[in-house]
């Protein structure tokens, strides 16, 4: 199993979890998030007095798959979330150990 | 009034007497002098509702002010910055109440419109070369003795919200930072001497308003609803607490260059903005203190043109300035063109109000600007530049283009009031006279008040802790904005027993 963390443009939300959906993802966790990559932020004025953007808000949507599922959920998630400009985000995976479903106690792929 | 007008309303009200000169004399035909007199106290009464309602519109301006200011400082500080606004309201109220208005009107003379009251009628007086100038009122206090009458007291209502108007201007530019005790005590001056001693000189008969007959310019200070009264007034006010009062913390760097501090909530301020604007025709075309009076028209057209010019100039110069048309300068535009058009209103014509407005969208980025990076004064809201820059441009611009149609009698100069442009310099005298004075009495008043303030609350600043951690908490005790609560509320012990049992 592995933890696939996907941090996205705000608006790219709903495009995502379809996407996931279609593929058959049946659960994600989503946060709203603020973070600074290499776009390093922009400056803006106010009252004519410059101020620096540098932590720009994005969502960030965490997945839990088998295996074997991993390929298509990053393809899945490129393609729905890619806008080709800068600022489009990152997708981080990780290994998980176990997972448990609370109310009946499965463990491993059948508690996804 | 014009001719058609007068016959206008004296047909109507005539119309109005009709019933009751009927069934109170169906013997007899109705007497001239009894139609004459029914014509007259009809329109007092309107005059009396006029007031009193322009009075409740501008009374309406506080949520306004509040909701601007608010908006334009951060969440952490908007319970504090709500609450300055929300308690000026009684806090010079009853300071005016007190002392303020005695001050201010005690020797206003007869409130012609309202009856012809008559009693307000101690000015306390110089006599310098060889003429009276007076210094400030000295009837009324508490409202009660002579003041007690219906004139005087719809005269009262209308002159303290202006006051109020005036008192809620510098919380904006010292907001995220003031003490609230020092808030507090520092509007008793306000509304109780610094406002009503000037309100005096250009309203209640003081010297400023016998430069026309005892100088000769024009017809004295001719500040219609109040430029230099209420808004330069608080303008001055503003300036020097700012400067006092010191930036806050992170506003300049140590080469003295400026950070932007955006506002919290910029939908809040631009409808207040637009309630701002609404109570401005009761602040412009009440102050004819006369339904009766037909120019209340031109008045308020001639206000809503100017807001709507200031608005325009100032997205012009923003937007092709500095990138984009921020909505800050927005509000402050429209209400720079407002309180611009505020002393000539009455006495100008409608491409000059435009001309006004427009000039006062420019003149408040420009001293947005200039506050900031010339004086290192930081004004969160721009109050200095809306009420204190445009407030004298307002005045000087009654001596450029009063086109000389309306203002008979005003300050017991017989002629209109006329400008530099359609032939009179003295009235322009007048004007520039006005500002020195305002800049002077108010400044000079405003830093002895602080400076006693500072005294009596120990200083008016917050610490650096608090000012970092939001004035809300340390200071009122809530915040504006609870966080969002995911969690379900704890139960009180009594419901988790009861449900236990």
Redesign the interface.
């Known amino acids: 199993m592995k933890l696939i963390k996907a941090i996205v443009k705000p608006f790219k939300l709903d495009p995502v979890k379809d996407a996931l959906h279609e593929l058959g993802v049946t659960g994600l966790t989503i946060g709203e998030v603020k973070g600074v990559g290499r776009q390093k932020g922009h400056t ?8 620096q953007v540098d932590l720009v808000p994005k969502v960030e949507i965490e997945v839990v798959v088998a295996d074997d599922l991993v390929g298509r959920v990053v393809e899945t998630i490129l393609a729905s979330a890619k806008t080709g400009n800068i600022g489009d985000g990152k997708i981080f995976i990780i290994p998980i150990e176990d997972a448990i479903r609370v109310r009946t106690g499965e463990r491993g792929e059948n508690a996804l | 009034m014009t001719a058609k007008s007068r016959w206008t309303l004296a047909a109507s009200a005539l119309v109005l007497a009709i019933p009751g000169i009927l069934f109170a004399q169906t013997a007899a035909p109705p007497k001239i002098e009894d139609v004459a007199k029914a014509v007259a106290d009809n329109t007092t009464s309107i005059n009396f509702v006029w007031v009193l309602v322009a009075g409740f519109l501008v009374m309406f301006m506080q949520a306004g002010f509040a909701m601007v200011e608010t908006g334009f400082t951060r969440a952490k500080n908007a319970s504090h910055t709500v609450a300055m606004n929300f308690m000026v309201y009684g806090i010079a109220m009853l300071a005016y109440w007190v002392l303020g208005f005695a001050l201010q009107a005690g020797g206003v003379g007869g409130l012609s419109t309202l009856g012809g009251y008559d009693q307000m009628n101690k000015l306390f007086t110089v006599h310098i070369a060889g003429k009276d100038w007076g210094l400030f009122g000295m009837r009324g206090f508490f409202l009660t003795g002579v003041a007690y009458n219906a004139s005087v007291f719809a005269y009262f209502l209308f002159q303290m919200v202006f006051m109020d108007t005036t008192a809620t201007i510098p919380t904006g530019a010292l907001a995220e930072r003031w003490k609230f005790s020092a808030f507090c005590v520092f509007s008793l001056f306000v509304g109780g001497i610094i406002y009503p001693v000037f309100a005096n000189w250009g309203w209640g008969g003081g010297w400023l308003t016998a430069l026309g007959a005892n100088a000769g310019l024009g017809n004295g200070y001719a500040d219609f609803a109040g430029s230099g009264v209420v808004h330069l007034t608080g303008g001055t006010i503003a300036i020097v607490t700012c400067w006092l009062l010191g930036p806050r913390r992170g506003k300049f760097n140590a080469d003295g260059t ?5 506002g919290h909530d910029i939908p809040m301020a631009m409808y207040g903005t637009f309630i701002l604007c609404f109570g401005w025709f009761g602040f412009n075309a009440g102050s004819t203190l006369a339904g009766s009076d037909s120019r209340i028209a031109v008045i308020a057209v001639n206000t809503m043109l100017a807001g709507a010019a200031g608005g325009m100039s100032a997205m012009i110069y ?1 937007w092709t ?4 048309p ?1 909505p ?2 927005l509000a402050n535009g429209t209400l720079a063109g407002l309180v611009a058009i505020t002393a000539p209103c009455a006495f100008v014509t409608a491409p000059a109000a435009v001309f006004i407005g427009l000039a006062a969208g420019f003149l408040v ?1 420009f001293a ?2 200039f506050v ?1 990076r010339t004086l290192k004064l930081d004004d969160p809201v ?1 109050a200095i530049s809306v009420h204190g820059f445009n407030g004298a441009w307002g005045l000087i611009s009654v001596g450029l283009f009063a086109d000389g149609t309306y203002g008979a009698g005003l300050n017991g100069v017989a002629s209109n009031v006329t400008g530099l442009l359609y032939g009179s310099a003295g009235q322009l005298g007048a004007q520039l006279i006005g500002v020195c004075a305002n800049l002077m009495w108010v400044g000079g008043s405003t830093f002895v008040a602080w400076k006693i303030t500072g005294l009596i609350t120990r200083g008016h600043r917050v610490s650096a802790e608090v000012e970092e951690m939001g004035l809300d908490m340390p200071e009122m005790g809530v915040p504006a904005y609870p966080a969002q609560e995911t969690l379900p509320a704890p139960q009180p012990a009594a419901a988790v027993l009861r449900q236990a049992s």
Request: with cysteine; charged share 25%.
């Open positions: 803006e004025l106010y009252r004519g007095a410059e101020y | 400026a950070n932007a501090i955006p923003v300035r500095f990138g984009k921020d800050s300068m980025c947005v600007t900031e721009g």
